[in-house]
């Protein structure tokens, strides 16, 4: 098993940036990449970025490209999504995932709390 647990969600202006963070814990030596979803209110759970755990290779949704960074912290389990230039469609609640050989990327079988991120107009 692994544990995801959000934090940094919140309240911003558009424009303005919010940074999220998701520290794994338990069995993370099975983790092939970490990411974030995000759903919307009346919405469908999308993807918004991961990044592999070993090497650098970073996947993002085009409406978040050159807006949002996922980076990772190994030696802290962690992983990070810099959110810039916010609009208020980037409002839902964001989920942390993991996969492990038991899932994929874009179907991550493990899945955090989420945290809300407001984004006001």
């Known amino acids: 098993q692994v544990q995801l647990v959000e934090s940094g969600g919140g309240l911003v202006q558009a424009g303005g940036s919010l940074r999220l963070s998701c520290a794994a814990s338990?069995?993370?030596?099975?983790?092939?990449?970490m990411g974030w979803f995000r759903q919307a209110p009346g919405r469908a759970r999308e993807f918004v970025a991961s990044?592999?755990?070993?090497?650098?290779?970073?996947y993002y949704a085009d409406s978040v490209k050159d807006r949002f960074t996922i980076s990772r912290d190994t030696a802290k389990n962690t992983v990070y999504l810099q959110m810039n230039s916010l609009k208020p469609e980037d409002t839902a609640v964001y989920f942390c995932?993991?996969?492990?050989?038991?899932?994929?990327?874009?179907?991550?079988?493990?899945w955090g709390q989420g945290t809300q991120v407001t984004v006001s107009s």
């Open positions: 990044i592999n755990w070993i090497g650098p290779s970073t």
């Open positions: 338990g069995r993370t030596f099975r983790t092939l990449s």
């Open positions: 995932t993991a996969n492990t050989p038991s899932g994929t990327r874009f179907a991550p079988d493990y």
